[in-house]
């Protein structure tokens, strides 16, 4: 079972525009991970949002955290086509391991 | 290495056939995750070490499933009798911290197992 849901499960942007994705998942959580996956270079982390941290920003990666609709967006601006990707959010709930949703792949066109 | 290395990369068995997966986590690494992921679905938690101990394994699908990490290094992940739902990518992530409380996971390149 999975703890996280990704929307869209697919999103196709030309290069230069900017990515969403949704997660939500259902139980409380301690912190919220977003990794990056493609077939070049596996499973990427990107980022680690606390559950008492609303945003947090690494380059143009930009994740936010309502912890009251149990819900996080992932957002990449300007987007390149080397973003091209599966993306993934995983929830720790508590000590051993990550759950992650079903992931939303992003197709980036130049 | 400097990353997460997993061998092999690739492995068919026949159905029955007994596989043994293995895992090199970075070292000084305390903790160490095995994780299962079918074709266009997200990563499934199979079985957490740290050090030598296994602390979690309530991700392994069956008894046929077996994972051990001896010296707290170096891991295996055996799969006896395999059988065709066995195929799938398999996941090796390493981590400093204690679980995966606060601390990114860095995952290996997989292991793409099939059952034929």
């Known amino acids: 079972s999975q703890q996280g849901e990704e929307d869209p499960q697919a999103l196709s942007i030309q290069e230069g525009e900017n990515a969403t994705m949704n997660c939500s998942y259902k139980?409380?959580?301690?912190?919220l991970q977003w990794y990056r996956q493609n077939s070049g270079r596996g499973l990427v982390h990107l980022i680690l949002?606390?559950?008492?941290?609303r945003e947090k920003h690494s380059g143009r990666l930009r994740v936010t955290l309502d912890t009251s609709k149990k819900s996080s967006s992932l957002l990449i601006t300007a987007s390149r086509a080397a973003d091209t990707a599966s993306y993934f959010c995983?929830?720790?709930?508590?000590?051993?391991?990550?759950?992650f949703g079903g992931g939303t792949r992003v197709l980036v066109k130049p | 290495g400097a990353g997460v290395s997993q061998s092999p990369r690739y492995k068919v068995a026949k159905r029955g056939q007994d596989v043994a997966l293995r895992c090199d986590p970075i070292?000084?690494?305390?903790?160490l995750f095995w994780y299962q992921q079918a074709l266009g679905q997200g990563p499934e938690f199979l079985t957490y070490?740290?050090?030598?101990?296994?602390?979690?394994k309530s991700g392994l699908p069956s008894d046929r499933f077996f994972a051990e990490r001896p010296e707290g290094s170096v891991s295996t992940l055996k799969i006896q009798r395999t059988q065709q739902e066995d195929s799938a990518v398999y996941l090796c992530?390493?981590?400093?911290?204690?679980?995966?409380?606060?601390?990114?996971?860095?995952f290996g390149q997989g292991t793409r197992l099939t059952v034929v």
């Open positions: 949002i606390r559950s008492n941290e």
């Open positions: 992530a390493s981590s400093s911290g204690q679980g995966a409380r606060y601390t990114e996971a860095f």
């Open positions: 070292s000084g690494h305390v903790s």
């Open positions: 070490f740290q050090n030598e101990a296994q602390l979690d």
């Open positions: 995983a929830t720790e709930l508590g000590g051993n391991k990550l759950t």
């Open positions: 139980t409380s959580i301690n912190n």
